[in-house]
C-alpha cells in the first residue's frame, strides 16, 4: 500500500511540475511598459531580428500602410533628407525600392506624386523648381498640362482669375506674346 501511495504521490508531483511550465502570452508582456521597451530594444539592436521583424509588417496590409504613413511623415519633417545626406549608400537603396514600389502601385505613385506637388506649390522656391524640371521633362509637361485642364474644365471661374493675373504681370503678359507669336509662326512655316 505504500509503494501505490508513493507511486501516486510521484505522479501527482511530476503531473504538477509539468502542468506549471510557463507559458508565453504576448499580450500581457506587451502590456507592462518595461517589457515592450526591452522587447523593442532587442530588435532593434540586432539587424537580423530587425529585418526580420520589417520582412513580416510588409506581408501585413495594415502594418504595410502604417509603415508607409510613418515613412511620408518623415519624408515631410525633413528627417529623412539627413539621414540621407549621411548615408548615400542608403539614399540610393531607398529611391530604387521607391521607385519599384511606385511601378508596382500606381496608385501609390499617383497620391505620391499629388502629394510632392501640393508641397511644392506651396512655396515660391518650390513652384520654380518645379517650373524648370517641367520644361526638361516632356512626361511631366504633359501630366501637369492634363491636370490644369481638368482643373480649369472643373472650376471656370478659377479659369477666369488666372487668366486676369497673367495679363496684369506685365512679364507673363510678354510671355504670353512670345508664345503667340512662336505659334504663328510655326503655323505660317506650314504652308
Same mark, same amino acid.
Request: positive net charge; glycine residues 4%; contains cysteine.
Given at each position: 500500500?505504500?509503494?501505490?501511495?508513493?507511486?501516486?504521490?510521484?505522479?501527482?508531483?511530476? *503531473?504538477?511540475?509539468?502542468?506549471?511550465?510557463?507559458?508565453?502570452?504576448?499580450?500581457?508582456?506587451?502590456?507592462?511598459? /518595461?517589457?515592450?521597451?526591452?522587447?523593442?530594444?532587442?530588435?532593434?539592436? =540586432?539587424?537580423?531580428?530587425?529585418?526580420?521583424?520589417?520582412?513580416?509588417?510588409?506581408?501585413?496590409? &495594415?502594418?504595410?500602410?502604417?509603415?508607409?504613413?510613418?515613412?511620408?511623415?518623415?519624408?515631410?519633417? *525633413? #528627417?529623412?533628407?539627413?539621414?540621407?545626406?549621411?548615408?548615400? &549608400?542608403?539614399?540610393?537603396?531607398?529611391?530604387?525600392?521607391?521607385?519599384?514600389?511606385?511601378?508596382? #502601385?500606381? /496608385?501609390?505613385?499617383?497620391?505620391?506624386?499629388?502629394?510632392?506637388?501640393?508641397?511644392?506649390?506651396?512655396?515660391?522656391? *518650390?513652384? %520654380?523648381?518645379?517650373?524648370?524640371?517641367?520644361?526638361? #521633362?516632356? &512626361?511631366?509637361?504633359?501630366?501637369? %498640362?492634363?491636370?490644369?485642364?481638368?482643373?480649369? =474644365?472643373?472650376?471656370?471661374?478659377?479659369?477666369?482669375?488666372?487668366?486676369?493675373?497673367?495679363? #496684369?504681370?506685365?512679364?507673363?503678359?510678354?510671355?504670353?506674346?512670345?508664345?503667340? *507669336?512662336?505659334? %504663328?509662326?510655326?503655323?505660317?512655316?506650314?504652308?
Amino acid at each position: 500500500m505504500k509503494t501505490i501511495v508513493k507511486t501516486v504521490l510521484i505522479i501527482v508531483t511530476i *503531473g504538477t511540475l509539468v502542468s506549471c511550465k510557463s507559458a508565453f502570452n504576448a499580450s500581457e508582456t506587451l502590456q507592462v511598459e /518595461e517589457n515592450r521597451d526591452a522587447i523593442y530594444q532587442e530588435i532593434i539592436s =540586432d539587424p537580423i531580428q530587425f529585418t526580420n521583424f520589417i520582412s513580416k509588417a510588409q506581408k501585413n496590409e &495594415e502594418a504595410k500602410k502604417m509603415l508607409m504613413k510613418a515613412h511620408m511623415q518623415m519624408m515631410e519633417s *525633413g #528627417n529623412m533628407k539627413m539621414i540621407m545626406d549621411k548615408n548615400p &549608400e542608403m539614399k540610393e537603396k531607398m529611391q530604387s525600392h521607391m521607385q519599384k514600389m511606385m511601378e508596382e #502601385n500606381p /496608385e501609390m505613385k499617383e497620391k505620391m506624386q499629388a502629394k510632392m506637388l501640393d508641397k511644392m506649390m506651396g512655396s515660391e522656391k *518650390g513652384r %520654380k523648381m518645379l517650373m524648370n524640371k517641367m520644361h526638361n #521633362n516632356e &512626361e511631366m509637361k504633359k501630366a501637369m %498640362k492634363e491636370r490644369m485642364k481638368k482643373m480649369m =474644365d472643373e472650376n471656370p471661374e478659377m479659369m477666369k482669375e488666372m487668366m486676369q493675373k497673367m495679363m #496684369n504681370d506685365p512679364k507673363m503678359k510678354e510671355k504670353m506674346e512670345k508664345m503667340k *507669336g512662336k505659334k %504663328k509662326n510655326a503655323q505660317g512655316h506650314k504652308h
